[in-house]
């Protein structure tokens, strides 16, 4: 398989679940991102890791944690999370963080989200 | 900081119809500067993106030129297909900034056969 892929493609939650997104690239890149994307607004960056090392979260609520296990796979671990953060939530990969040239970030699918 | 704005949709053409979408942008230094599309239930893919003043990205027939003097980076088309209905994003990437991704809040395209 090649490129960014995520899994669920679709999730349903309540409340007081606690459930986990996973995304796989498949690049051989070294950065990885998780986004949001809500209806009728920009995309918002979440998290950024770079070599497995977290090296940006953007004021992100608790209730969202990521994890990177190798620069391969990445998760955005989810519990008691609210209505509002329904949404679509892209991985993307890049192949170096620090590269001026190798800036281009790959989209996997998303995961379609739904809080009840 | 950094802003990108794009024209409002949603904007539906007929097959065939020439497409611009516009996008400009605010940055300080020499961002780089994309074009992702997203289509229906789908992730966003890459379409086109430039790196310096007046380089002119292309892709699929999809062409944009970055534009300095007008911070501009307007996407267009000659001729439209109804497979190019999708949203339409600009983003900017500063300079300096490794990993931050700027992104307008999408244009929807339909077109019609």
């Known amino acids: 398989e090649t490129g960014v892929t995520q899994t669920p493609r679709h999730l349903v939650m309540g409340m007081t679940n606690k459930k986990s997104l996973k995304c796989e690239q498949h690049?051989?890149?070294?950065?990885m991102y998780w986004y949001k994307q809500s209806a009728k607004k920009p995309l918002e960056l979440m998290f950024v890791?770079?070599?497995?090392?977290?090296?940006e979260n953007n004021s992100v609520p608790s209730r969202f944690s990521p994890e990177c296990p190798n620069s391969s796979h990445l998760f955005l671990h989810l519990h008691t999370l609210q209505p509002e953060d329904s949404a679509l939530y892209l991985c993307?990969?890049?192949?170096?963080?620090?590269?001026?040239?190798?800036?281009?970030?790959?989209f996997g699918p998303g995961t379609r989200l739904t809080v009840l | 900081g950094n802003s990108v704005t794009q024209m409002e949709g949603p904007v539906t053409l007929s097959e065939e119809a020439f497409l611009t979408i516009n996008c400009t942008y605010t940055a300080t230094g020499y961002p780089s500067l994309f074009w992702y599309v997203q289509y229906p239930g789908e992730g966003l893919q890459l379409l086109l993106k430039?790196?310096?003043?007046?380089d002119k990205g292309s892709n699929k027939g999809f062409e944009a030129t970055y534009r300095k003097e007008t911070t501009s980076f307007h996407l267009e088309k000659g001729s439209v297909q109804v497979s190019d209905s999708a949203v339409y994003f600009c983003a900017l990437r500063a300079s300096g900034s490794a990993r931050q991704l700027t992104f307008g809040s999408g244009t929807q395209l339909t077109v019609l056969p």
């Open positions: 430039a790196t310096k003043a007046d």
């Open positions: 890791y770079s070599l497995e090392e977290r090296v």
């Open positions: 690049l051989g890149h070294n950065a």
């Open positions: 993307a990969s890049s192949q170096d963080v620090h590269s001026k040239t190798a800036d281009t970030q790959y």
